[in-house]
């Protein structure tokens, strides 16, 4: 049986893919910043939570993590704890950039020191491209980094640390340079599930009016389930390196909102409403990128269409929902 250890395990990646792990036998070690008040409903609502060995540490203490390593001596290591919101970045920037570069840097410190054999995970972000001239789009692994975010410079630093451990210390560290991908569990600040979530309301009369921001930007969205599949595939190939995992096809965010709306059988232009507040301070206008790297060195397959998208996070939010609704009242 192999161990794995996932920091961010409370979040939308870390909750699937400890299912993905345990649905392959492994031992699930996942790291929570905090015991108590930890976000449980997404390890719940998956049905692992009796599953996993949820662990109480700090990331930013170096002899934390050591002594984790010594204990539990993983295999593979996925560091998928991060402040993860773009928008959130611009308010706590610096906030943003301790936790997400300290973090990386220590375990990477700890794995060197213990362990050089534990495979290591990086989440990174193809937010890290930044502002791309639509001719030079889709982005591969060797595009030029140029971050246009707090966020984004917090991910391209990791990236730069993944690789140069990689090559200075011989760590089998891959990053994964993800684009959107989207999921029932994502936090409610994430435009994707603001507008299922609001939608899914609305049609029970719980809700009157969503308030969107720029609704011109086209982003690559992909399904998380689907995505987390790439994580453990990077760490069981021969070799470590960085890889794309994107659907490589953009989308305007209102087609997203007329779909979700045309689906529920609502209509959006009653319901839908802009906030100029809600527009960022720099915007990537359009992203894409191309995931052939990883089809072929990674056998990685996603064959789902933006439409299968729709349906499938609508199809979740409703069984969401009404799980969610159950808990409440037992
Ligand atoms: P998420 O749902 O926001 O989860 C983030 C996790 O990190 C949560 O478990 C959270 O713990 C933990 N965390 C955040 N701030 C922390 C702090 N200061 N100290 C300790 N733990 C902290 O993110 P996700 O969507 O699963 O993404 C997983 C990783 O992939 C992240 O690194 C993200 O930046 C990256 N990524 C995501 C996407 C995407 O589209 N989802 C795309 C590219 C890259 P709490 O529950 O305690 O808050």
């Known amino acids: 049986m192999k161990t794995a250890i996932i ?15 345990l649905e392959k036998n492994y031992r699930v070690i996942g790291i929570t910043r905090n015991l108590q008040s930890g976000n449980l409903n997404g390890l719940n609502f998956l049905e692992v939570m009796n599953d996993v060995e949820l662990v109480e540490a700090n990331v930013f203490d170096l002899s934390n993590i050591i002594r984790l390593l010594e204990k539990y001596k993983p295999d ?15 308010e706590q920037p610096i906030g943003t950039l301790e936790f997400n570069i ?20 990086q989440s990174s972000s193809g937010e890290m491209f930044g502002n791309v001239s639509k001719e030079l789009l889709p982005i591969d ?25 990689r090559e200075a210390y011989s760590l089998f ?3 994964g340079i ?32 969503l308030k969107v921001g720029n609704t011109s930007i086209m982003r690559d969205w992909g399904y998380a389930p689907e995505y987390i599949k790439a994580m453990w595939k990077m760490l ?17 965010l209102q087609d997203f909102i007329e779909k979700v709306f045309i689906k529920l059988k609502l209509d959006h232009v009653k319901h839908v409403k802009f906030d100029k507040t809600l527009f960022r301070p720099v915007e990537l206008e359009v992203i894409y990128g191309n995931p052939q790297k990883a089809k072929s060195e990674l056998g990685w397959d996603y064959s789902m269409t933006f439409d299968d998208l729709i349906n499938k996070l609508i199809e979740d939010e409703l069984k969401y929902q009404e799980w969610w609704n159950k808990k409440r009242f037992v």
């Open 102 to 121: 300290i973090s990386v840097a220590n375990i990477f410190e700890a794995v060197r020191i213990v362990n050089k054999d534990i495979r290591i995970y």
């Open 236 to 252: 069981n190939v021969p070799k470590p390196s960085d890889y794309i995992i994107c659907t490589g096809q953009a989308n305007t």
């Open 141 to 165: 692994e060797n595009f030029l980094i140029h971050p246009a975010s707090p966020y984004a410079i917090s991910k391209a630093t990791t990236h730069w640390i993944s690789v140069n451990y």
């Open 7 to 21: 920091t961010g395990i409370t979040g939308q990646d870390g909750a699937y893919l400890s299912k993905f792990l």
């Open 178 to 209: 993800l684009f959107n991908h989207e999921s029932v569990l994502r936090r409610q600040n994430f435009v994707t599930k603001k507008i299922i979530a609001s939608a899914v309301k609305i049609k029970g009369n719980e809700l009157d009016i």
């Open 173 to 175: 560290i891959s990053s």
């Open 76 to 90: 593979e290591f996925y560091n998928l704890a991060a402040q993860s919101s773009v928008g959130l970045s611009f």
